[in-house]
C-alpha cells in the first residue's frame, strides 16, 4: 500500500525539516518488507481566501483533487481520536491487509479541516488536544509511520 502525506504549507530548511526528512527516510526503508511504500510529501500553498471557511474549503479541494478513488484517507485534527501507537499501527495494517491500494495522510492549514473532507476520512487523528506547530507534526508523523512499520514488523524499536 502506498502512504503518501499531503501538507498544507511548506516547511522550511532547519534542524526540525531534517528531523523530519530522517523519520520519513527510515519509513521509506522499513515500509517495503511488510508491504508499505512512502510516496513522499506532497506541499501545497495555504489558502488566500479572506476568511478561514473559504480558506480551509479552497484548501480541502486541492487535497480532493489529487485523491484517487479507492484511497484511505486519515487526517491529522488536534479534535480528532487520541490513538496509541499500537491502535494507529493497527489501522494501517487493517487498510493493507484490506486491499487498500492508497493511504494519504493530510495535514491541515492553520484553520484546520473542511467539513466535508473530516466527514469523508477514514480516520480523524490527534496528536494531542494541544495545538502543535506544522513543522513538529511532520517530525512526530515520520515518527509514528516508521514506529508503525516496527510495530507491523515486529522490530523491537516499539517496546510495549
Known sequence: MK???HAVGRMKTGPERELADR???RFAKSGPAIGLE???VAEIPEGRAQNANERRREEGQRLQAQLQPG???FLLDERGKNLTSDDFATRIGQLRD???KALVIAIG???GHDQPLR???DLVLSFGAA???HQLVRVMLGEQLYRAATILSGHPYHRS
Do not use: C, H, K, M
Request: hydrophobic fraction near 40%; charged fraction near 15%.
Open 131 to 133: 495545538t502543535w506547530p
Open 23 to 25: 523519520y520519513f527516510e
Open 71 to 73: 484511497t484511505a484517507l
Open 109 to 111: 492549514g492553520a484553520d
Open 119 to 121: 466527514d469523508q476520512a
Open 38 to 40: 512512502f510516496s513522499g
Open 98 to 100: 484490506g486491499g487498500r
Open 3 to 5: 502512504i503518501s502525506v
